[in-house]
């Protein structure tokens, strides 16, 4: 059983910084794609951004050019860099991972922007 584990989640003002992890409970190139959702209060969940094995990185529209999903192989870990955070990034977010048509969520970390 894969186990995901999302951290680094918190209050930041508009315009700051997160950085959120994923630290997945075996080798993450066994995994085709590892995908970050998020969802808003009310509101469906989203995606985010993703990795695939080959090192392919794709962004919803919104987080274009200011988020950046990058993994670190030997820490099984991926992660989420966000700038220029804005109120409407207030979410949970998820990491997704599968292998093939099976799939894996973590538990989600709260990120909320506010001054």
């Known amino acids: 059983q894969v186990q995901l584990v999302e951290s680094g989640g918190g209050l930041v003002q508009p315009g700051g910084s997160l950085k959120l992890s994923c630290a997945a409970s075996?080798?993450?190139?066994?995994?085709?794609?590892v995908v970050w959702y998020r969802q808003a209060p009310g509101k469906e969940r989203d995606f985010v951004a993703s990795i695939n094995v080959g090192g392919r990185t794709d962004y919803g529209d919104s987080v274009k050019g200011r988020f950046t999903i990058s993994r670190d192989n030997l820490k099984n870990t991926v992660y989420l860099q966000m700038i220029n955070l804005k109120p409407e990034d207030t979410a949970v977010y998820y990491c997704?991972?599968?292998?093939?048509?099976?799939?894996?969520w973590g538990q989600g970390t709260q990120v909320t922007v506010s001054s």
């Open positions: 075996q080798n993450i190139f066994n995994f085709n794609s």
């Open positions: 997704r991972a599968n292998i093939v048509s099976k799939y894996f």
